[in-house]
């Protein structure tokens, strides 16, 4: 069962240096989410195999050009594919209204939007359907932004194939299993769940800290996460900058990672004036050892 992450675009504000800005698609279980919509992020699901009509939910941080401006695209994409389903946006206050502007002189689509109004302040749950939860995780930036926290729900227990023929076990009778019961035999024996099934996996999380600046409540919000993405728009050698912008240093990124004991760290969300991102790499690694370079079109498992 797969929880995966692609990236889209992993550079700020201006495009360069063949990266585009912030969008990544989370696969969990093959149901895919957008998160974040930033200029060309069609193309680049088309490029990198992302399949876009699977899109049911979009998770907008923050209404700044860079993380929405793919939106109109996309959506007007589906409109002309046909696409009929509803697409459900979280995002703060301000999307519905951007977005039925543009359609509204631009012939409208074929599919409901319906939107939900975050509370950026708030920690609390915005999502949830059968596989994950999703909680938003309030950020310090110039405008109202969100984070967001992917938790995979607990799985059933798993049967252990053997005992289906130890007990000669009906096939009907195996979802109950999975979901806990012991079976109980003809001639009235009980055999407990533990000697019929296996614990299921760990469930697996996946955090997005998008534009913030240093924030450190976020990492008891997300504690123990597996998979982290945390903005690193600076290095450290432009620490004033990333202050006076509302932004982190791959430094500050790499000691929230710290605190919260995350598994893995991503780093995205670069600065156009650094073409090299050998520096990000290092100071954050420095503080937290497991840190990658986000890149577009790389992809990061979360293992069952
Ligand atoms: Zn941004
Ligand atoms: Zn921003």
Request: glycine share 8%.
């Amino acid at each position: 069962m797969r929880f995966e992450l692609t990236l889209l675009g992993t550079n700020s504000a201006l495009p360069a240096y063949g990266r585009f800005p912030s969008a990544q698609v989370l696969n969990v279980q093959e149901r895919h989410y957008l998160v974040d919509c930033g200029e060309g992020a069609q193309i680049r699901m088309s490029q990198f195999g992302v399949r876009r009509s699977k899109i049911q939910q979009v998770f907008i941080s923050h209404l700044h050009g860079d993380h929405i401006f793919g939106l109109a695209g996309f959506l007007s994409s589906m409109a002309l594919l046909g696409r009929e389903d509803p697409i459900e946006l979280y995002s703060p206050k301000g999307l519905e209204e951007m977005v039925r502007v543009l359609f509204k002189y631009s012939g409208g689509l074929s599919f409901p939007l319906h939107f939900h109004t975050l509370d950026t302040e708030k920690n609390q749950l915005i999502f949830e359907d059968k596989a994950i939860t999703v909680h938003s995780l309030p950020l310090v930036h110039r405008v109202p932004s969100a984070g967001f926290l992917f938790r995979e729900k607990e799985r059933p227990r798993n049967m252990r194939p053997e005992k289906i023929e130890t007990y000669n076990i009906h096939y009907r009778d195996i979802p109950a299993i999975k979901a806990g019961a012991d079976y109980v035999l003809p001639d009235g024996r009980r055999i407990s769940n533990e000697e019929l099934t296996l614990p299921p996996p760990a469930p697996r999380s996946y955090a997005y800290c998008s534009d913030t600046a240093y924030h450190e409540p976020l990492a008891s919000m997300i504690q123990g996460v597996d998979l982290l993405y945390h903005e690193s728009t600076f290095c450290e050698d432009m620490r004033e900058q990333a202050v006076l912008t509302g932004h982190s240093t791959a430094r500050q990124a790499a000691e929230i990672a710290r605190l919260a004991g995350a598994g893995r760290l991503i780093l995205g969300h670069y600065s156009s004036r650094y073409k090299s991102l050998k520096p990000f790499l290092e100071e954050a690694r420095a503080v937290f050892p497991n840190t990658e370079l986000g890149d577009d079109g790389r992809v990061f498992e979360v293992e069952a």
